[in-house]
Antibody, heavy 119, light 107 residues
Framework: QVQLVQSGPELKKPGASVKVSCKSS????????INWVRQAPGQGLEWMGS????????NIAQKFQGRVIMTRDTSTSTAYMELRSLRSDDTAVYYC????????????WGQGTPVTVSS | DIQMTQSPSTLSGSVGDRVTITCRAS??????LAWYQQKPGKAPKLLIY???SLDSGVPSRFSGSGSGTEFTLTISSLQPDDFAAYYC?????????FGQGTKLEIK
């Protein structure tokens, strides 16, 4: 069965970086994109960007450009999202989700990774 | 960026009610619109894609319609499991933007 399993909760200080992983199984990793979506406490969903698992090409929301790096390791079917220069308003749950480009949007999601930014 | 506006922000209903949520795009997105359901503490779940296609395993009481800039999600007969938050998302043009969400509450 399709699964996306994310890394565990993170507590970071302002100015630090965080790297969240998303390990896929149960499907051909390189046939899909991996999207990253975050949700601040009590707020809605915010799309951050996506990476093509085959090409490694990324599309990053302008708000995050320069602070977000999305990578993937096809040998382990794992995608990564690194967010730098953390601020308190980056406190959120970060989700990865699979997308079949041009066909089906975010049909399988990871369980979410809570990231807390606090001094 | 394409702005997605959902209405209402909050909706109250009773079991058995028919309810509709609207999503408007700031420019045409063809039919590349998805609807997600999210329960507290859980990841969103895809309900509908391409504006009207039901994802696998989604009950038939959910339906979607629309194209261009106006879209609706309808639940034909509310069930206890349906009380949750609902989000629309356009995936026509990057960045893929979400609506602000609609919270469906028990009346």
């Amino acid at each position: 069965q399709v699964q996306l399993v994310q890394s565990g909760p993170e507590l970071k200080k302002p100015g630090a970086s965080v790297k969240v992983s998303c390990k896929s199984s149960g499907y051909t990793f390189t046939a899909y994109n991996i999207n990253w979506v975050r949700q601040a406490p009590g707020q809605g969903l915010e799309w951050m960007g996506s990476i093509g698992a085959y090409t490694g090409n990324t599309n990053i929301a302008q708000k995050f450009q320069g602070r977000v790096i999305m990578t993937r390791d096809t040998s382990t079917s794992t995608a990564y999202m690194e967010l730098r220069s953390l601020r308190s308003d980056d406190t959120a749950v970060y989700y990865c989700a699979r997308e079949w480009e041009g066909a089906v949007p975010l049909d399988y999601w990871g369980q979410g990774t809570p990231v807390t930014v606090s001094s | 960026d394409i702005q997605m506006t959902q209405s209402p922000s909050t909706l109250s209903g009773s079991v058995g009610d028919r309810v509709t949520i609207t999503c408007r795009a700031s420019q045409s997105i063809s039919n590349l619109l998805a609807w997600y359901q999210q329960k507290p503490g859980k990841a969103p779940k895809l309900l509908i894609y391409d504006a009207s296609s039901l994802d696998s395993g989604v009950p038939s009481r959910f339906s979607g319609s629309g194209s261009g800039t106006e879209f609706t999600l309808t639940i034909s007969s509310l069930q206890p499991d349906d009380f949750a938050a609902y989000y629309c998302q356009q995936y026509n043009i990057y960045p893929f933007t979400f609506g602000q969400g609609t919270k469906l509450e028990i009346k």
